[in-house]
T-cell receptor
């Protein structure tokens, strides 16, 4: 089976531009997560969905960030307008929560550089 | 809310052992361990559940002390392939935290020949 698929893998954009990151979770998984990783802050949970519904967005840094999950096979994370401090690796991950616990599978990440 | 990992980094010679600790101030349902190689995504190693047994993955094993809300990852007879950053992720024992994983800052492990 294909894993979590993210696009783009690398993005370089100018400050002020809109950035859209895309994610296709593993088929059948009911949880989807967006994480951000930087050297300074490590792996931060930004937002997560259960059955396409946002459950907790308390990690979203500011109103410039938004995430949607219109269906079970697609999610987007949008930054508008982007700033240099948004430069990071953004990971999408998915899981299937079961009685024996959930294993979260990460995508390859989207490497974002805002100049 | 993030779990606390220690040490921050460890350097080993091939064949040596190491222990990485992960602790939380909150009651936990599960602890997950991941390893990340430079430039790659974190890869799942194992999960330990409240009331569960110690787990193992090759010569890497882990335990979960529910009383202390602490987990330890044991690298035994380390191999060069064990190099990377190890993260623990914790899931709290709360209904509104079901499925939500918070990660520690990571422990960088370097295994030298």
């Amino acid at each position: 089976d294909a894993g979590v698929i993210q696009s783009p893998r690398h993005e370089v954009t100018e400050m002020g531009q809109e950035v859209t990151l895309r994610c296709k979770p593993i088929s059948g998984h009911d949880y989807l997560f967006w994480y951000r990783q930087t050297m300074m802050r490590g792996l931060e949970l930004l937002i997560y969905f259960n059955n396409n519904v946002p459950i907790d967005d308390s990690g979203m840094p500011e109103d410039r960030f938004s995430a949607k999950m219109p269906n079970a096979s697609f999610s987007t994370l949008k930054i508008q307008p982007s700033e240099p401090r948004d430069s990071a690796v953004y990971f999408c991950a998915s899981s299937l929560v079961q009685a024996v616990g959930n294993t979260i599978y990460f995508g390859e990440g989207s490497w974002l550089t805002v100049v | 809310q993030q779990p606390v990992q220690s040490p921050q980094a460890v350097i080993l010679r091939e064949g040596e052992d190491a222990v990485i600790n992960c602790s939380s101030s909150k009651a936990l349902y599960s602890v997950h361990w991941y390893r990340q190689k430079h430039g790659e995504a974190p890869v799942f190693l194992m999960i330990l559940l409240k009331g569960g047994e110690q787990k193992g993955h090759e010569k890497i094993s882990a335990s979960f002390n529910e009383k202390k809300q602490q987990s330890s990852l044991y690298l035994t007879a380390s191999q060069l392939s064990y190099s990377g950053t190890y993260f623990c992720g914790t899931e709290k024992l709360k209904a509104d935290s079901w499925g939500k994983l918070q990660f520690g800052a990571g422990t960088q492990v370097v295994v030298t020949p």
